[in-house]
């Protein structure tokens, strides 16, 4: 394990899979944060975890927002940027296959990881979402043809509108993406159930990879 700063505090773990999990945590969240979900979520993955750099209060996040669910367009396109040109530097130097790379994000990490697909399509191979918005609408449709994404969502939660969620489900799809979009009666925090549905949902797709 190396923990060579490339831009971003990050941690990443070697795995034996072929697949890589990009681990984007939510407000407040760190590098280390989603390290147990992601060996959950898929057992012989690796693992690269970076720390978002934007500081709201000294919570970490992954972009700027001016309120809560108002974010800073400019600073998000800049970040989302910025973030790409991080995986693509850690792929080199880890040297980890980017064609086998699949996000998951929670809450902020979630919005971010939406915001690559929408910017950097063909990034990501795959992506699960926990809590995510629609980051920003895009001018163009991206083509996302086929992209496997998991979207889980809870009716209650009061950080996410659902209809901010129906709107990014709806561009996922207009993209291209095989979309599968959970809600739950549930709020913004996680749940057993739904890391246990997005466990299998995941082994699924990555059968197809290896
Ligand atoms: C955000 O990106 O601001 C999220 O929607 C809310 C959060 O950070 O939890």
Redesign the pocket.
């Known amino acids: 394990m190396s923990e060579r700063d490339l831009g971003f505090v990050h941690r990443f773990f070697t795995g034996e899979s072929g697949v890589t999990l990009l681990l984007l945590h939510?407000?407040g969240g760190d590098e280390n944060d989603l390290v147990p979900l992601g060996r959950e979520l898929a057992p012989g993955a690796a693992i690269l975890s970076p720390r978002g750099k934007v500081s709201e209060y000294g919570a970490a996040?992954f972009?700027r927002?001016l309120a809560?669910?108002v974010?800073d367009h400019e600073d998000l396109v800049l970040r989302t940027h910025e973030l790409a040109e991080f995986i693509e530097a850690a792929a080199e130097e880890y040297g980890f296959d980017l064609s086998k790379l699949v996000a998951v994000g929670y809450?902020?990490g979630a919005?971010v990881a939406a915001s690559l697909m929408l910017l950097h399509p063909g990034l990501l191979r795959a992506a699960v979402l926990f809590?995510a918005?629609v980051p920003f609408e895009p001018e163009e449709t991206p083509d996302l043809s086929g992209m496997p994404v998991f979207l889980a969502a809870g009716r209650t939660d009061r950080?996410?509108p659902p209809q901010s969620t129906e709107r990014l489900a709806e561009i996922l799809r207009e993209a291209g993406a095989d979309l599968d979009l959970r809600w739950r009666d549930t709020g913004?925090a996680l749940t057993y159930e739904e890391v246990a549905e997005a466990r299998e949902w995941l082994s699924g797709v990555l059968l197809k990879l290896s």
């Open positions: 939510g407000t996040r972009f927002r809560e669910g974010f809450s902020n919005n809590r918005m950080m996410i913004h």
